[in-house]
């Protein structure tokens, strides 16, 4: 017969193998919860506030030994990424039937929250590139050390009140196709996955790739360049069968949107098959040495551009020209020029439309 959980109810001022004593509860989901703790044995004359925050398992879960392993594995690989936009897990451990990870207490907004503030506005590019540039980066160091994280969200991005980035629950992270993992998002499946930013691979149950987490980088990406979610909420393989696109964001360069409209791509062959390619070919050049902003600034209203008639006139001729000679086989300088004119045309397209 099983055993009957024997898990007491959480509360402040509760103490964790004589040395946590639990403060207020930051966060839950539907596999666990997270509680900002005092560490006593950290506390000290230059440190009398050692906080940490604790990801425990729910009491529901808390005999199910595959719940128990997974939450080790989700710190095990959590722990394996040093790097400054990766969160610091500290350690795993059990108290009774209570399973929970140590990890470093941030103080900040989560990516989800900023972008929900800001709507139907949204971050100025220059703050938005600079957010992004250090989670892309991040998110390839997981994938250089061999980690997919499977789960990457606005909800899983803090934006600290000293300026930095951390990317943090890798409870979903797969190295490969074996046990599930633990996740927040939904109970049912230890295994995971967020509908609106998942790839239609990884809702059909497939195993997640380093392009499945480039899907889910665009996607949050998109909503930060423009307050809006590409495909309007609806889950990859809806939008999908729906043949719906993403309309193209007013400001960034032609180059800039087939790179994010790739990693958008519906089938997992049609989007970039590394992290690295996409950032080179999105992010603008020297987005990673912007600091992170302490206050988000409101990218302003686009004015519409009004033209005369004669303007429509001309910039009609300088497009059809542009069309005509696109795929003419030409000498390298008239390449080069015809292109740049493409890319001026698509710009003022974009202020007038």
């Excluded at 925050?53 to 939450?71: G, I, N, V």
Aim: charged fraction near 25%.
């Amino acid at each position: 017969m099983a055993r009957a959980p024997s898990v007491p109810a959480l509360m402040p001022g509760m103490v964790l193998r004589g040395r946590y004593e639990l403060r207020r509860l930051i966060g839950e989901g539907g596999m666990s919860c997270v509680w900002e703790a005092v560490d006593r044995l950290r506390e000290g004359s230059f440190n009398r506030e050692a906080r940490v925050a604790l990801k425990l398992l729910r009491p529901s879960l808390s005999l199910r030994e595959d719940a128990a392993q997974a939450l080790r594995m989700e710190f095990e690989r959590a722990q394996s990424l040093s790097h400054p936009s990766i969160v610091n897990v500290l350690d795993v451990d059990a108290d009774g039937d209570l399973h929970f990870i140590t990890m470093e207490r941030l103080e900040g907004d989560l990516l989800g929250e900023v972008i929900k503030r800001l709507r139907p506005q949204h971050l100025r590019h220059d703050q938005a590139f600079a957010i992004l540039a250090r989670l892309g980066e991040a998110v390839a160091f997981s994938h250089d050390a061999g980690i997919v994280h499977a789960d990457i969200k606005p909800g899983n991005v803090m934006l600290t009140h000293s300026g930095e980035l951390r990317l943090f629950d890798f409870g979903a992270a797969w190295p490969a196709q074996r046990e599930p993992w633990i996740h927040d998002s939904a109970e049912r499946s230890l295994q995971g996955a967020t509908p609106t930013y998942a790839s239609a691979e990884r809702l059909s149950g497939a195993a997640p790739t380093v392009r499945d987490d480039v899907f889910s980088y665009a996607c949050l990406a998109y909503e930060l360049l423009s307050g809006q979610h590409p495909f309007d909420r609806l889950p990859a393989h809806e939008a999908e069968r729906r043949k719906l696109s993403p309309r193209r964001i007013p400001g960034l360069s032609r180059a800039q949107w087939r790179a994010l409209a790739r990693g958008l791509a519906f089938r997992r062959e049609e989007r970039w098959a590394d992290m690295k390619l996409m950032l080179r070919a999105f992010l603008p050049e020297h987005a990673t040495s912007v600091p992170l902003p302490l206050h988000y600034g409101v990218a302003a209203e686009a004015r519409p551009v009004r033209l005369s008639g004669w303007m429509m006139l001309v910039l009609g001729g300088a497009a059809f020209a542009v069309a005509h000679y696109a795929n003419a086989e030409l000498p390298v300088p008239v390449r080069v020029a015809i292109d740049g004119a493409r890319d001026w045309l698509a710009r003022i397209v974009d202020l007038v439309v």
